[in-house]
């Protein structure tokens, strides 16, 4: 078994190509859309720099967690998921227009000495949403991420140069614990710089945790339409199996339950308390159009993925599930839709930026993501369960 047998496909080259192809057309038409128009832009942005986000962390995410548990599911998907992580440079440069250019469009609320004289901040707030410690936090935040890319990447290539490195597969572990806890804080602190303080007067403690679950569940639905797509060529055809697959499925669906866990937890506590300064968050968002939006996020997000992902043969289909997978990247991009909008407009209609913005980001990250596929095998060839893993034992 060697690297050259377990190289990426021509098909994904093709991927790259057309995604970056796409991604910087659409970047193209979105720039002009800027110009006509700098606070929608950015408030498309803001929603489409959320999605890829995700796509990145919740990829970080679960490589610690597969190091953690040293499952099976995760040896699969291992290199999709690394490769997914070394995006991280593409997320931090898309960063950079909200930071240059966004800011003043994005959180006025805090920014403007006219609307914090109107609604006054508390004394916390004055100090802690400033300017300097938006952007401190924020090179903050990257440095941690970036650095538990690195780290985990750099073992990674390390175990398939030295197979019998024990002392490695510890250190994968004894690292990946505390990496989860960093990137939970880290991910959390970013949710409430970047879109919670949109809204300064409104505040959940559980706001962080709906973005981490609501980046597993993209993560992994990415990882599911990946490795069918890659199963459609060697070396990946003679390798996925079904119960690859229904374990995928299961975590899927275990993420599905813990991102509406979360969001139902934070919606049953503050209408519960009743308190003004709470309800606000969700009376702009579960009346008029806005609540249409809210069913629909509701229905097609939960409800149907969660009824769809209980069978065990729809987790084994490779047909269908990689369809719900694409299908909840999707949702996810509504939800975000739903979460970041009603603090600037009352219409909860998109708009042709809506549209566009996410097709630019997304198809850049895809191609990165494709270009980082080709870089190393497509299984860790070092890891001392893979032959294991990939065994064929169906039932």
């Known amino acids: 078994m060697n690297g050259q047998d377990y190289k990426a496909p021509e098909s994904v080259s093709r991927v790259q190509t ?59 998907i291992r290199r999709p998921l690394e490769s997914a992580t070394r995006t991280l440079p593409l997320i931090a440069i898309a960063f950079l227009p909200i930071a240059l250019f966004g800011m003043k469009y994005l959180y006025p609320a805090w920014l403007d000495p006219e609307k914090t004289k109107e609604e006054p901040l508390s004394q916390f707030q004055q100090t802690y949403l400033t300017h300097g410690g938006y952007l401190t936090r924020a090179v903050i935040y990257f440095a941690i991420w970036l650095g538990m890319m690195f780290l985990f990447n750099s073992l990674s290539k390390r175990q398939d140069a030295n197979r019998d490195d024990r002392a490695l597969r510890l250190r994968f572990k004894v690292l990946a614990g505390p990496g989860i806890i960093l990137y939970v804080f880290a991910m959390s602190l970013a949710a409430i710089d970047w879109v919670m303080s949109i809204s300064p007067h409104w505040a959940s403690t559980i706001y962080g945790f709906l973005f981490v679950a609501g980046q597993l569940i993209s993560s992994m639905a990415l990882m599911i339409a990946t490795v069918v797509l890659l199963s459609r060529a060697e070396p990946f055809a003679s390798v996925l199996q079904k119960r690859h697959l229904h374990d995928l499925g299961k975590l899927l669906l275990a993420f599905v339950m813990l991102w509406a866990y979360f969001d139902f937890s934070q919606l049953l506590i503050i209408w519960s ?123």
């Open 273 to 395: 308390g009743n308190q003004p300064e709470e309800i606000s968050f969700y009376h702009t968002r579960l009346y008029g159009g806005w609540g249409v939006v809210a069913v629909i996020v509701l229905v097609f997000h939960f409800f149907v993925p969660f009824f769809l992902l209980l069978s065990q043969d729809v987790k084994r289909n490779s047909k269908i599930l990689p369809r719900i997978a694409v299908w909840l990247i999707f949702m996810r991009l509504v939800d975000l839709f739903w979460m970041t909008r009603p603090e600037f407009t009352s219409r909860a209609v998109p708009t042709w930026l809506d549209l566009v913005l996410p097709i630019a980001l997304g198809g850049l990250w895809l191609g990165v993501f494709a270009f980082n596929l080709k870089q190393c095998p497509l299984l860790p060839l070092g890891d001392p369960k893979l032959a294991e893993a990939i065994e064929h034992h169906e039932h």
């Open 18 to 76: 057309r995604a970056l192809m796409v991604g910087g057309l659409a970047l193209i038409v979105g720039i002009t859309g800027a110009l006509k128009s700098p606070d929608a832009f950015f408030q498309s942005y803001l929603m489409s720099f959320l999605l890829v986000l995700g796509l990145t962390l919740g990829s970080l995410g679960l490589t610690m967690l597969q190091h953690l548990t040293s499952g099976h599911w995760g040896i699969i």
